[in-house]
């Protein structure tokens, strides 16, 4: 489509890769087009949100396609909601199987704030999010506290998997957010011990960022295969 075109055109989404979803018009078009539950158009409704920003409108459908994204947007641009709401329409409801989704964050404090994120747009219903705090990643037991949704810096996922004290075997989402960072950082290869760590095979894996230089790139084509790529703006603006 032509309309789709004219549509990214006018709120300046570029997109590269095969078969990629139409961008949402509306949050409504979450309902109409995928069945969104109630509870999340309640919580944006309550955030006061009345418009997908240009990188959601994009990415959301691409996530709930299934497929593996590639994203960059400026800062500030919305880029968290645009992978927690396809993850949590995804997941669908809580489970106490293991951890089910994977979001890796270059400091604890990008961690701490995507995890009250992700809590404000799943309020009222009863999902397990977790901060993997210094506290959990000792704890004894944390391989049985429920947890559908991890978020943590590399390093300490990297550290509880070593231990034997997390299975990320059945992870359906991984989410590298702030991905430029995670890389400029040095934490290349905690990020490749905790991918490998998500042996799902039918994995969906995403990278958000608020640039995409080329060595991001090229990292990323490593481990994605199929991603559609998403860009807000100007590529390294
Ligand atoms: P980024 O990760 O791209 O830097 P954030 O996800 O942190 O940006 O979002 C920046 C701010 O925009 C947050 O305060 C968030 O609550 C708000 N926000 C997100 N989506 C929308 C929206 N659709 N409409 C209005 N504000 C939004
Ligand atoms: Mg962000």
Redesign the pocket.
Known sequence: LERDAIFRKKHNIHVSGGNIPSPLHSFMELRSRYKCRSYILRNLAE?G?????PI?RQAIPVLLSGRECLAS?P???????AFICPILMKLKRASKDGVRAVILCPTRELAAQTAR?CKKLAKGKKFYVKLLTKQLVKSADLSKIPCDILISTPFRVQFATRKKKLDLSKVEFLVLDESDKLFELGLVKQVDSVVKACSNPSIVRSLFSATLPDTVEELARTIMHDAIRVIIGRKNS
Not at 75 to 81: A, C, D, H, N, Q
């Open positions: 955030l949100f009345e418009e997908p920003t959601q947007a800062t500030g641009s919305g880029k968290t909601f994120e």
